[in-house]
């Protein structure tokens, strides 16, 4: 095979970007366990910032050693968990997402990518995953689909600077672009519904069919689940959160005839608001 050929043959299986000087087949590694009490050890370190104190108490990160990257998925799930319960505030849980290393998919990406938007926003976005824009330059929905995703909210007067807070089913780019499995969603599951949980937003949107699926846990096409509110809750909220579910961005870019559905889902959204409003 010729290096041209070789060259797309890895664009085609997902490799468009390298990020070390030799390969590395990170899921065939293995942590150490202790034999002690079954522990499972991280091998490597990450930097975690410094303890500081809320108005809750003072809130240590957790450190490298006890969010490990190569472990079973109902371990990584569990630990997730644990460290969503003990993020008190939306910056102790943004620290404790930038700490874990539980999910594989973070090893490749280049920047954990969290939020953007007003977190006193009434109205909060979920996504899929980042993007390859998104992954550079760590911030939500910042390439061609967060442009699409801008337009469309300001046709119905809302912003993303005043009135909308954005975030992912998953913090980091899945290789390739491609859609995060199961196993990684339920992992960052966790971390997504505290998310939900410290902005009690007045309105959930969910954007695409993965994000949609790991919230709503619903086996069914964006196709069926559109145009309807739904009732979200999670084990951290009092109350249900009213909810939309809209085609993703991306796909309206691959596929414009929607693009009339969305302004339908828009109207949806507005309606919900002012009822939410009266």
């Given at each position: 095979?010729?290096?041209?050929?070789?060259l797309?043959?890895?664009l085609d299986?997902?490799?468009?970007e390298?990020?070390?000087?030799?390969?590395?087949q990170?899921?065939?590694?293995?942590?150490?366990?202790?034999?002690?009490?079954?522990?499972?050890?991280?091998?490597n370190t990450v930097?975690?910032?410094s303890?500081?104190?809320?108005?809750?108490?003072?809130?240590a990160?957790?450190?490298?050693s006890?969010?490990p990257?190569?472990?079973?998925?109902s371990?990584?799930?569990a630990?997730?968990r644990?460290?969503?319960d003990?993020?008190r505030?939306?910056?102790?849980?943004e620290e404790?997402v930038r700490?874990?290393?539980g999910?594989?998919?973070?090893?490749?990406?280049?920047k954990?990518?969290f939020s953007?938007?007003?977190?006193k926003?009434?109205?909060?976005?979920?996504?899929?995953a980042?993007?390859a824009?998104?992954?550079?330059?760590?911030?939500?929905f910042?390439?061609?689909?967060g442009?699409?995703?801008?337009?469309?909210?300001?046709?119905i007067g809302?912003?993303?600077?005043?009135?909308?807070?954005?975030?992912?089913?998953?913090?980091?780019?899945p290789p390739g672009?491609r859609?995060?499995n199961?196993?990684?969603?339920?992992i960052c599951l966790p971390?997504v519904?505290?998310?939900?949980?410290?902005?009690k937003?007045?309105?959930?949107?969910?954007c695409?069919?993965s994000?949609?699926?790991?919230?709503?846990?619903?086996?069914?096409?964006i196709?069926?689940l559109r145009?309807?509110?739904?009732?979200?809750t999670?084990?951290?909220?009092?109350?249900?959160?009213k909810?939309?579910?809209?085609?993703?961005?991306a796909?309206?870019l691959?596929?414009?005839g929607?693009?009339r559905l969305?302004?339908n889902?828009?109207?949806?959204?507005?309606?919900?608001?002012?009822g939410l409003?009266?």
């Amino acid at each position: 095979m010729d290096k041209k050929s070789l060259l797309q043959w890895y664009l085609d299986a997902g490799v468009d970007e390298a990020i070390g000087n030799e390969p590395v087949q990170y899921f065939s590694m293995h942590a150490p366990v202790s034999s002690e009490v079954g522990a499972i050890t991280s091998i490597n370190t990450v930097p975690v910032a410094s303890a500081h104190t809320s108005s809750l108490g003072t809130y240590a990160p957790p450190s490298p050693s006890s969010t490990p990257l190569h472990h079973t998925p109902s371990a990584a799930v569990a630990m997730a968990r644990s460290l969503a319960d003990g993020a008190r505030t939306l910056e102790e849980l943004e620290e404790t997402v930038r700490a874990f290393d539980g999910c594989v998919i973070k090893k490749t990406a280049s920047k954990t990518v969290f939020s953007d938007g007003n977190p006193k926003a009434r109205v909060m976005i979920i996504g899929e995953a980042p993007g390859a824009q998104e992954d550079k330059e760590g911030i939500p929905f910042c390439g061609a689909s967060g442009q699409l995703l801008d337009r469309m909210f300001a046709a119905i007067g809302l912003s993303r600077k005043n009135d909308v807070y954005i975030s992912n089913s998953v913090f980091w780019r899945p290789p390739g672009n491609r859609t995060p499995n199961p196993e990684e969603s339920a992992i960052c599951l966790p971390f997504v519904e505290k998310h939900i949980a410290l902005i009690k937003p007045a309105l959930l949107v969910l954007c695409g069919g993965s994000a949609t699926t790991s919230l709503l846990n619903k086996d069914a096409s964006i196709s069926r689940l559109r145009g309807k509110t739904y009732d979200y809750t999670n084990s951290y909220i009092d109350s249900p959160i009213k909810t939309v579910v809209m085609y993703h961005p991306a796909y309206l870019l691959r596929q414009p005839g929607h693009k009339r559905l969305a302004w339908n889902d828009l109207l949806l959204v507005e309606n919900v608001l002012k009822g939410l409003s009266s």
